[in-house]
């Protein structure tokens, strides 16, 4: 199986859909036409950026089909394709691998939360990698889960040749801090949680899977690259750009206010799907606000 390399900033694809609430594949080929020519390292489809739980997953199949017909040859395509049953993750995973994709990322499974444990993850990350005919990232995303992946997991599962990274939505630097530290030297850990990039960075991960990513991509990418350049005080500037974003789409706004923000960055939010809430007059306005403020910061240019 090919190596995979993982490094820089992802962009996990928002889902556009059209008035009569169907998915607008147009509307998926022009924003990803227009990410081609960002200094994005590639796109995750069907995460929860995606709104994957709300879609069929014969939607997100077609989905994942315009995806990589549209995106640019050089960029690196992750599909979302964890379940909670480990015999359909395995399916999933191996309909992306099918369809050209280069990695795959699997959430843990949550919905039996008590019996979760090490060695249950262990197992159903296990019993992936061994059918997945594409390597695996783990993925943590305990904001909607409730389930984090320790260290302890992570040295369990990253000696397995098609377990090659994780995506890590924890918010904590010291969580991956210690799951780098846990694993091989060729584990790839990116981090989901924009506000400490350019930490986690700092501590070894080697890029991030960002929903602000969709809105503003090239500030994204513009803290990478100053952080792997050694600019660490460009990096830190141009960081702190992403605080108030992240702490509107991450609050009430959520996907909402993530899609109207790219339509005012010349990308197609649109309306999210019930039972997700359209945005409120007052959070179009917070958002227009930090819109406002962002375009007169230098480091933003």
């Given amino acids: 199986m090919p190596d995979v390399k993982l490094h820089g900033i992802f962009a996990p694809l928002t889902t556009p859909f059209a008035a009569d609430g169907s998915v607008d594949h147009a509307r998926i080929r022009s924003n990803v036409a227009l990410y081609n020519k960002t200094g994005l390292a590639g796109y995750a489809s069907n995460g929860s950026t995606g709104e994957s739980v709300l879609l069929l997953w014969e939607e997100v199949y077609k989905i994942w089909e315009t995806v990589k017909a549209a995106a640019a040859p050089e960029k690196i395509l992750i599909a979302g394709t964890g379940a909670e049953s480990t015999a359909e993750t395995i399916v999933h995973t191996n309909r992306a691998a099918a369809l050209g994709y280069a990695a795959a990322l699997v959430r843990t499974p949550s919905f039996y939360k008590p019996a979760v444990n090490d060695d249950l993850l262990a197992e159903h990350y296990l019993r992936v990698a061994d059918a997945a005919k594409i390597p695996v990232l783990l993925y943590a995303v305990p904001i909607y889960t409730h389930i984090k992946i320790e260290a302890t997991l992570v040295a369990r599962v990253a000696k397995h040749p098609n377990i090659v990274g994780m ?26 949680w924009p506000t400490i990039l350019f930490e ?17 991509p090239e500030l994204c990418v513009g803290i990478f690259q100053a952080a792997r350049a050694g600019q660490r005080e460009k990096a830190q500037e141009l960081a702190q750009n992403l605080v108030a974003p992240a702490k509107i789409f ?52």
């Fill in 200 to 216: 986690s960075l700092e501590v070894g991960a080697v890029g991030a899977i960002l929903a602000v990513a969709n809105a503003f």
């Fill in 167 to 192: 995506k890590d939505s924890s918010g904590d630097v010291d969580g991956v801090r210690q799951n780098v530290e846990a694993a091989p030297e060729t584990f790839q850990t990116l981090i989901g």
């Fill in 250 to 301: 991450g609050s009430q706004a959520g996907l909402s206010g993530l899609k109207y923000a790219m339509d005012r960055q010349g990308y197609y939010g649109g309306p999210t799907r019930p039972p997700l809430l359209p945005l409120s007059l007052a959070a179009k306005h917070e958002i227009e606000a930090m819109l406002a403020n962002l375009a007169q910061q230098p480091a933003h240019q």
